[in-house]
């Protein structure tokens, strides 16, 4: 009876040191997205220069497109297919540069901070991937409001703008964790620019933001349904539009969006402190 009351007494301190561990990484990573809304909030110039792009898409692109029917988009107009596939482009561009961030936070010494804090790297890389999605929900918005403006029908249940914002989250934690994985391997703002460069478009035209699979050659297809942005297209396609237009179900485009998301996380977290070398 005594050794079951010591052993009891030395579990509840140690259980005590796991949920304040846990609290207080949760408390770290509510204070890096809030830190990143307030960049945001202080700067918002940013996110008008970067709406240019996608605008650019809806308006030139999609405009042309839809002119020529020369892409199979069934009962969708081109413009209502492009739309979440822009929106995809978006969230991709603005998180796969995040990385910049983590080298300039190295060279300032916020890294080493971090990594002295007593929270764990996984809730720190979390919340880094986290902080991305408040771009990406921005920049959605300025996507959604440009194609109401040029007449594109959109579905805007309650429940569809929900899962738009959770899809948007997941895409925006995935790609920017990616660019923090290279950003620990690179080091430098230069050649960290020269890869973000050259994975964006490979990623954009391997996936199908602009066109239907079946178009694309037998070769480029297995490539495509390897690519995460894929998945992240077709949720926001089923989200976005009316009626059955995913080429998989929603649950799957969201578990391997999740899946991928956690596999990088975890990679990330165990790079994480060669930033700070």
Same mark, same amino acid.
């Given at each position: ?54 605008? &650019? ?40 540069? !995040? ?8 060279? &300032? ?57 959770l899809t948007i ?27 973000g460069q050259l ?15 079946? &178009? ?8 495509? &349904?390897?690519?995460?942005?894929? !998945? ?46």
């Amino acid at each position: 009876m005594s050794q079951f009351a010591s052993s009891s007494a030395v579990a509840a301190p140690a259980a005590r040191g796991i949920g304040q561990r846990i609290a207080e990484g949760f408390s770290q990573a509510v204070a890096i997205i809030g830190l990143e809304a307030r960049k945001l909030a202080h700067d918002p110039s940013e996110l008008l220069f970067r709406a240019v792009q996608p605008a &650019l898409w809806l308006v030139i692109f999609g405009g042309v497109f839809s002119t020529i029917h020369v892409i199979p988009t069934g009962s969708y107009t081109y413009l209502q297919f492009l739309t979440p596939g822009i929106l995809a482009q978006s969230v991709l561009f603005i998180s796969i540069f !995040y990385g910049i961030a983590s080298i300039r936070e190295r060279e &300032l010494g916020i890294i080493t901070k971090f990594l002295v804090s007593p929270t764990p790297r996984v809730i720190l890389v979390g919340a880094r991937g986290l902080s991305a999605s408040m771009r990406g929900l921005s920049q959605a918005l300025i996507v959604i409001l440009l194609a109401i403006g040029l007449g594109v029908t959109l579905n805007l249940s309650a429940v569809a703008l929900a899962g738009v914002v959770l899809t948007i989250i997941l895409g925006a934690a995935l790609f920017s964790t990616l660019s923090m994985i290279i950003a620990s391997i690179v080091k430098t703002q230069e050649r960290f620019l020269g890869i973000g460069q050259l994975l964006t478009m490979p990623l954009f035209f391997a996936s199908s933001a602009i066109y239907p699979l079946s &178009l694309m050659p037998a070769w480029l297809r297995p490539i495509a &349904l390897a690519n995460p942005l894929t !998945y992240l297209v077709d949720a926001l396609r089923t989200l976005m539009l009316p009626g059955e237009v995913g080429l998989y179900p929603l649950w799957l485009d969201l578990l391997v969006l999740l899946g991928v998301t956690a596999l990088l996380t975890v990679v990330e977290s165990r790079l994480y402190p060669r930033m700070a070398q």
